[in-house]
DNA sequence: TTGACAAGTGACCTGCCGTTCACTATAATA
DNA sequence: TATTATAGTGAACGGCAGGTCACTTGTCAA
């Protein structure tokens, strides 16, 4: 095994913080998933806490260089059928992808007895799709594709009930099919109440 | 010491779990919190998984006892200020009330390990409210409340982002004002978005 | 070829974990 | 008063947790 040994202790721990949480998770079991055994890990971490440490770093640059900048903002869609199409791609990606699962999961166990790990879940579950959805609606305005409103109102009224469907898949991910129709029927509702033009 | 004692084991385990999770929570800190020794909490549960079971119990049977029944839904608003003020009267209640508090937040750390927190957290976070408010919103659009739709929609992307919210108080305490702010500022919106009479 | 270094090992440490048990104190019951 | 059940105690347990350390191995540069 060779240098890459850090790498692969991030993703095992990750991916055990995310299912047992920090204190159900220990040394001897990540590091033997990896076919170490568990001073290895000390070679590359101090200790767990900087496991941990390391894990949070990472979620917090990724959080910021996906997310951070306006120039990431996705691109306003151009009709209505867009923005549902859009919007079913984001919800695929955000339930499927198993990276983003894990860090919402871990930031889920974590999120009460660490700080930075409460700030990046606020961010996650809340702000962060509202400021999208924020964009996208002001610029939806501008192009008559939606009433004129408090763009602001919209995006948290759009982006909490998604959230709280996504939360649902991590929760009891044999709902995943149930929930992504859910949030289509939801999306075309929102359409219906909150657009100019009634087609389709 | 009476015979309370094993009341007070679960109420303090209730705390403890909260805060810490099952995981890091221990019998030493829950008993000594009682003026204990650990050894004494074992007259009362058999383990430290039989509090924890017990203590599941407990609140499942709270919650179908509290919103299982019919008899128990809300009445339905006359007004839309009536129909804001449940809503803010509600949103106070479960924010403020430590039990409820507590309760929400063991089972946002434990649903990934528990199958009964897993349902439970479900009906806590999502389908519990979104019933309670698909019979308001049915009551409401007999009444002319509301616009003619499906009241279970409405009433999804009603509780949801409340529910988002309530979310936001449980992990950053410092802005339940603000959060109780946008709470009745979305309701508001709401119903200017739903409502049939536009009245203040 | 040698030396230095990075990566991995296994034995060991300390400390805390949940749990057990023989015991005591108390208070109600017979 | 004697008996019994209940609640609480403190010492001890085995086990496993995170962490340290002397050591081996492999790689690569000097």
Same mark, same amino acid.
């Given at each position: 095994m ?7 202790i991030?993703?095992?721990?990750l991916?055990?913080f ?21 001073s ?23 959080y ?6 306006p120039e $990431?903002l @996705?691109?306003?869609p !151009?009709?209505?059928?867009?923005? +549902?199409?859009?919007?079913? /791609? ?6 499927h ?5 894990m860090?919402?999961?871990?930031l889920?166990?974590?999120?009460f ?6 700030a ?8 962060g ?7 996208i609606f ?18 948290f ?13 991590? $929760?009891? @991910?044999?709902?995943? !099919?149930e929930?992504?129709?859910? +949030?289509?029927?939801?999306? /075309? ?12």
């Amino acid at each position: 095994m060779a240098k890459d040994t850090k790498e692969r202790i991030l993703a095992t721990a990750l991916e055990m913080f995310s299912q047992n949480g920090y204190a159900g998770t220990n040394i001897r079991e990540l590091t033997a998933a990896l076919g170490l055994v568990k001073s290895s890990m000390y070679k590359h971490f101090a200790s767990k806490e900087d496991i941990w440490n390391a894990l949070l770093d990472r979620m917090i640059a990724y959080y910021g260089e996906r997310f951070g900048s306006p120039e $990431r903002l @996705p691109p306003v869609p !151009d009709s209505p059928e867009a923005f +549902i199409a859009m919007t079913m /791609r984001m919800a695929n990606l955000t339930i499927h992808d198993a990276q983003i699962v894990m860090t919402r999961k871990v930031l889920t166990l974590e999120q009460f007895r660490d700080d930075r790990a409460r700030a990046l879940a606020t961010k996650h579950f809340l702000t962060g799709l509202t400021e999208m959805f924020t964009h996208i609606f002001a610029g939806m305005m501008e192009k008559g594709l939606l009433r004129r409103d408090d763009p602001a109102m919209l995006a948290f009224a759009y982006a909490t009930p998604i959230s709280a469907l996504i939360h649902l898949c991590d $929760r009891e @991910p044999e709902k995943t !099919d149930e929930a992504l129709r859910q +949030i289509e029927a939801f999306s /075309r509702h929102f359409i219906r109440v909150y657009g100019t033009t009634e087609n389709a």
